[in-house]
């Protein structure tokens, strides 16, 4: 897979957006690559680790977040699950679903259903093992502050404002990785 031409079609001028999504895609990707590296033991495929750490983001084109320069018409919670579906159209069934796994530390059905969320009524919680360290690597940048990578208790701090499953869920990961 070139990653890099399909971030090309989706993101074909050089502008703030591109730069944001390269940014924070290659640090995300350069966490988990590491983690990779700590652990042989995991049998990871490192290969699949970066190309889907570079595309986990690639649905904030189609999403409404002037903050991060997003100007479509979606809501943000939505772009993992719009993200999934670009893959998807592309042919990668796998990366898709670290797309739609990836916001927050997953997403619950019952956690859909009680905050009235925008999306299909499912689980989206990761489950493969390099699903699991692109969405922890994922918890330690954000796409406002690029520069920066967040401590284990500032990514807890994010986490909490959607609820205790997540942090939970994370916390496991902070003992694995």
């Known amino acids: ?25 290659r640090a995300v990707a350069d966490k988990a690559l590491a983690i990779a590296d700590r652990h042989p033991e995991l049998s990871l495929d490192r290969q699949f680790i970066e190309e889907a750490a570079m595309l986990h983001d690639i649905g904030i ?18 772009h993992g699950r719009i993200g999934a579906e670009m893959l998807r159209a592309e042919g990668f069934p796998q990366h898709a679903r670290v797309c739609e796994r990836h916001t927050g530390a ?3 059905r019952s956690q859909i259903i009680a905050q009235k969320l925008p999306l299909p009524e499912q689980d989206f919680l990761p489950e493969t093992m390099e699903e699991k360290i692109i969405c ?21 701090a994010s986490l909490s404002k959607f609820g205790e499953e997540g942090v939970a869920r994370f916390r496991e990961w902070v003992k694995i990785f």
């Open 136 to 156: 922890y690597a994922d918890k330690f940048f954000s796409k406002s502050h690029l520069d920066e990578e967040k401590t284990i208790e500032q990514a807890i």
């Open 106 to 108: 997953g997403i619950t």
């Open 1 to 25: 897979m070139d990653y890099q031409a399909i971030i090309n079609k989706y993101y074909p001028e050089d502008n703030e957006l591109r730069h944001i999504l390269l940014v924070h895609s």
């Open 61 to 78: 084109v189609r999403c409404n977040a002037p903050g991060i320069q997003c100007f479509g018409t979606e809501p943000y919670i939505c």
